[in-house]
């Protein structure tokens, strides 16, 4: 399985992107999905968790601002941001895990990152 990240870009300050990551084959389902930040020379930064019941967990620098969701019927997980800041380039990627067939293990899948320029 291959992850396909996309919706970055270069976008003003207080903009928004929704960032996506979609699984490349269909899969029996998606159990948790992260997502983290590397802006340049410095270390990746958690930025949102999520897993299939529900529960999430957001970075104190995106709390209020960055939403995290799953579509198992797409196989697509999303990033919708908000209000972003100029802190807030970096490039983002998805860390999806999932469970390929009925029965599967749940295994772990990095996105290949999209880049987040916020800039006037």
């Known amino acids: 399985v291959q992850l396909q990240a996309s919706g970055g870009g270069l976008v003003q300050p207080g903009g928004s992107l929704t960032l996506s990551c979609a699984a490349s084959e269909s899969i029996f389902s998606i159990n948790a999905v992260e997502w983290y930040r590397q802006a340049p020379e410095k270390q990746r930064e958690f930025v949102a968790a999520r897993v299939s019941g529900g529960a999430t967990n957001y970075g104190d620098s995106v709390k209020g601002r960055f939403t995290i969701s799953i579509d198992n019927a797409k196989n697509t997980v999303y990033l919708q941001m908000n209000n972003l800041k100029y802190e807030d380039t970096a490039v983002y990627y998805c860390?999806?895990?999932?469970?390929?067939?009925?029965?599967?293990?749940?295994?772990?899948?990095w996105g290949q990152g999209t880049q987040v320029t916020v800039s006037s």
């Open positions: 860390n999806v895990h999932l469970r390929r067939v009925v029965g599967g293990r749940v295994r772990g899948y």
